[in-house]
Nanobody, 124 residues
């Protein structure tokens, strides 16, 4: 499975961005998907996850009510809509996938496939 993330950039606090991740490869529509992020000097942390059908989602507490994860299986794409962005949301965001993970699996090692990351910078 190959994952290509895009949509990162520089935005002011309070602004919005939408990240996209296109997947390709064998069985690419049969994976749970998620977004992790890593800020400088910090460990990778899960941001949001979504199951195959899109009917089950998970959000880390700090983004609840601000971020929305969704997927369009017909387009092999998962999205992360980020609203009310804060400087502490600044990080490299990674699109990830795994055949067996659940959306709430928070350990990076639970997820097998990782994209290249897209940088999000939120200025104050």
């Amino acid at each position: 499975v190959q994952l290509q993330a895009s949509g990162g950039g520089l935005v002011q606090a309070g602004g919005s961005l939408r990240l996209s991740c296109v997947s390709s490869g064998r069985m690419n529509n049969r994976y749970a998907m998620a977004w992790f992020r890593q800020a400088p000097g910090k460990e990778r942390e899960i941001v949001a996850g979504i199951n195959l059908s899109g009917g089950s989602t998970y959000y880390t507490d700090s983004v609840k009510g601000r971020f929305t994860i969704s997927r369009d299986n017909a387009k092999n794409t998962v999205y992360l809509q980020m609203n009310s962005l804060r400087p502490e949301d600044s990080a490299v965001y990674y699109c990830i996938a795994d055949l067996f993970s659940r959306p709430s699996n928070t350990k990076p090692t639970d997820w097998r496939y990782w994209g290249q990351g897209t940088l999000v910078t939120v200025s104050s």
